[in-house]
């Protein structure tokens, strides 16, 4: 069993920055693929970033179009931390953001364990 707690949201202004921050519990985190999937007011939840181990033995990253070069998602094994560092960020990236662990595989990532939430407000 996995348990995910995450921190850092708040209140950002368009064109700033936010870290969100993601502390598992457990021993095997460095095996878990991790990822963040955010949810906005009415919509569906939607995949932002995530972090995988690689047949070369590294990390490889994955993110969402909308993504590409504004976010990165560093995790530190040490601390069994999961980070989304935001900039340039914009209106649309209000959500709640979701911490999750899993696997990927031939389908992609399949989350097993998700955090609580929290909550990113972008103002202008």
């Known amino acids: 069993q996995v348990q995910l707690v995450e921190s850092g949201g708040g209140l950002g202004q368009a064109g700033g920055s936010l870290r969100l921050s993601c502390t598992a519990s457990?021993?095997?985190?460095?095996?878990?693929?991790m990822g963040w999937v955010r949810q906005a007011p009415g919509k569906e939840r939607k995949f932002v970033a995530a972090?995988?181990?690689?047949?070369?033995?590294?990390?490889?990253?994955d993110y969402a179009d909308s993504m590409k070069g504004r976010f990165t998602i560093p995790r530190n094994n040490a601390k069994n931390t999961l980070y989304l560092q935001m900039n340039s960020m914009d209106l649309e990236d209000t959500a709640v953001y979701y911490c999750?662990?899993?696997?990927?595989?031939?389908?992609?990532?399949?989350?097993?364990?998700w955090g609580q939430g929290t909550q990113v407000t972008v103002s202008s």
């Open positions: 999750a662990a899993g696997r990927h595989g031939s389908s992609g990532y399949q989350y097993d364990y």
């Open positions: 457990g021993r095997t985190f460095r095996t878990y693929a």
């Open positions: 972090t995988r181990w690689s047949a070369d033995s590294t990390y490889s990253t």
